[in-house]
């Protein structure tokens, strides 16, 4: 069982940046890829970034590459995402996910435990 908790969202005018963080309760973080997703209202829940449980690999939304990017600190149990850029279609709430497994996913299906998710809101 993993919990995970998302902190960092918040207001930003566009051009700003944020830095987003998911707390994993456990000593078994190290064995999970994470995954940040995000939904906007009206919209599916969708992929943003992911990395491997090494860090060593990632992968990003086409929407949102070179502006975001995803590092996890094994020895904190947590898992980030940088978002520089921010544009009005970056507003949604953005949650992380745990996969048990060395490899990540793009596919929600496939992640077993979800955060609540944070705000973010970028205003034009």
């Known amino acids: 069982q993993v919990q995970l908790v998302e902190s960092g969202g918040g207001l930003v005018q566009a051009g700003g940046s944020l830095r987003l963080s998911c707390a994993a309760s456990?000593?078994?973080?190290?064995?999970?890829?994470m995954g940040w997703f995000r939904q906007a209202p009206g919209k599916a829940r969708e992929f943003v970034a992911a990395i491997s449980r090494s860090g060593g690999t990632t992968a990003y939304a086409n929407s949102v590459k070179g502006r975001f990017t995803i590092s996890r600190d094994n020895a904190r149990n947590t898992v980030y995402l940088q978002m520089n850029s921010l544009k009005p279609e970056d507003t949604a709430v953005y949650y992380c996910?745990?996969?048990?497994?060395?490899?990540?996913?793009?596919?929600?299906?496939?992640?077993?435990?979800w955060g609540q998710g944070t705000q973010v809101t970028v205003s034009s």
């Open positions: 996910a745990a996969r048990g497994s060395t490899y990540y996913s793009t596919a929600l299906y496939d992640y077993d435990y």
């Open positions: 456990g000593r078994t973080f190290s064995r999970y890829a």
